[in-house]
């Protein structure tokens, strides 16, 4: 069974990039879809987007202008880029496999907080 | 407000069965397909069901999935304490060609 990991920094200044790495266990990168999911405090799930690692990707439109995914197949894993940073975009950010039309496998998930 | 729509919460005793409704109210959720998530507290949602009604082969059969127009349903039989999560529903919006996830229920029991 596939195994995802999500890292990155865990504080980020308002405006700055933030960038977070998926790694996925047991190869197959190449088979799949990729995707990002974040969570707000107390809130609900937020679809980020998804990626291929031949095809661009596809964004939740409400982000699309700040967010970047991209898929590195020789460390066999998967990154999100996200410009611009806000409080707002506080919350714990999970990577996912995305299977056809449901979101089979996913991370632990990793708690991103955007302070000065 | 999320575009599937869910109760916020549903209780009931152990033992008991709940069912929660998602409810897509537009035929921009075009693809027949919903699946079901299951947020247990502090850890990253697990998928309980796909393509309407189709279990993964770790999850038990107490757990079900119908779906009728435009509105699905998960169903729990025989609750447990361990069944208290967040429930979430997720399908394909073909308007804002994105996925779109439900406002999410929580079930106590």
């Known amino acids: 069974q596939v195994q995802l990991q999500e890292s990155g920094p865990g504080l980020v200044k308002p405006s700055e990039t933030l960038t977070l790495t998926c790694s996925v266990s047991?190869?197959?990168?190449?088979?799949?879809?990729w995707s990002w999911i974040r969570q707000s405090p107390g809130k609900g799930l937020e679809w980020i987007g998804y990626?291929?690692?031949?095809?661009?990707?596809t964004y939740n439109p409400s982000l699309q202008s700040r967010v970047y995914m991209s898929v590195d197949t020789s460390k066999n894993e998967f990154s999100l880029t996200m410009d611009s940073v806000t409080v707002a975009d506080t919350g714990m950010y999970f990577c996912?496999?995305?299977?056809?039309?449901?979101?089979?496998?996913w991370g632990q998930g990793i708690l991103v907080t955007v302070s000065s | 407000q999320s575009v599937l729509t869910q109760p916020p919460s549903v209780s009931a005793a152990p033992g008991q069965r709940v069912t929660i409704s998602c409810s897509t109210g537009?035929?921009?959720?075009?693809?027949?397909?919903v699946s079901w998530y299951q947020q247990l507290p502090g850890t990253a949602p697990k998928l309980l069901i796909y393509?309407?009604?189709k279990r993964p082969s770790t999850i038990p059969d107490r757990f079900s999935g119908s779906k009728s127009g435009t509105s699905a349903t998960l169903g729990i039989t025989g609750l447990q304490t361990g069944d208290e999560a967040d429930y979430y529903c997720g399908a394909w919006d073909n308007r804002l060609s994105a996925w779109v996830f439900g406002g999410g229920t929580k079930v106590t029991v």
């Open positions: 990626v291929f690692y031949r095809r661009s990707a």
């Open positions: 047991a190869g197959a990168i190449v088979s799949y879809y």
């Open positions: 393509e309407n009604d």
């Open positions: 996912a496999r995305w299977n056809a039309n449901n979101l089979d496998s």
């Open positions: 537009s035929t921009h959720i075009a693809s027949d397909f």
